[in-house]
């Protein structure tokens, strides 16, 4: 069991930046070729895939709506990933919600065994 503790995310006007951060934690995530990804839903709208990186460093995949973006990253030693978003939008406004997975390459959410709790970005115009 994979536990997941996201920090990060608040309120920004559009064009401002924002820095998520999600963390596992269990006996079993280093080196058992753990992928961690972002999610987000808007009121309304199904959850979609944001962007994943492997806790080693590759591979790490976008959305075509946030490429250029925003900016995942990943600390094996502390297995934490990091998503730098800039340029925010309106568009943005969702909760963010971090997912575990050990299918690297997969963007169904379905694939991700475990979930944090979300946190909400909010993006005024």
């Known amino acids: 069991q994979v536990q997941l503790v996201e920090s990060g995310g608040g309120l920004v006007q559009a064009g401002g930046s924002l820095t998520l951060s999600c963390t596992a934690s269990?006996?079993?995530?280093?080196?058992?070729?753990?992928?961690l990804g972002w999610f987000r839903q808007a009121p309304g709208k199904e959850r979609e895939f944001v962007s994943s990186?492997?806790?080693?460093?590759?591979?790490?995949q976008y959305a075509d709506s946030v490429k250029g973006r925003f900016f995942i990253s990943a600390n094996n030693n502390l297995n934490t990933v990091t998503l730098q978003m800039i340029n925010l939008e309106p568009g943005d406004t969702a909760v963010y919600y971090c997912?575990?997975?050990?299918?690297?390459?997969?963007?169904?959410?379905?694939?991700?065994?475990?979930w944090g709790q979300g946190t909400q970005v909010t993006v005024s115009s």
């Open positions: 269990g006996s079993r995530v280093s080196g058992y070729g753990y992928s």
């Open positions: 997912a575990a997975t050990r299918s690297s390459w997969t963007r169904g959410a379905a694939d991700f065994s475990s």
């Open positions: 990186i492997a806790l080693s460093g590759f591979p790490e």
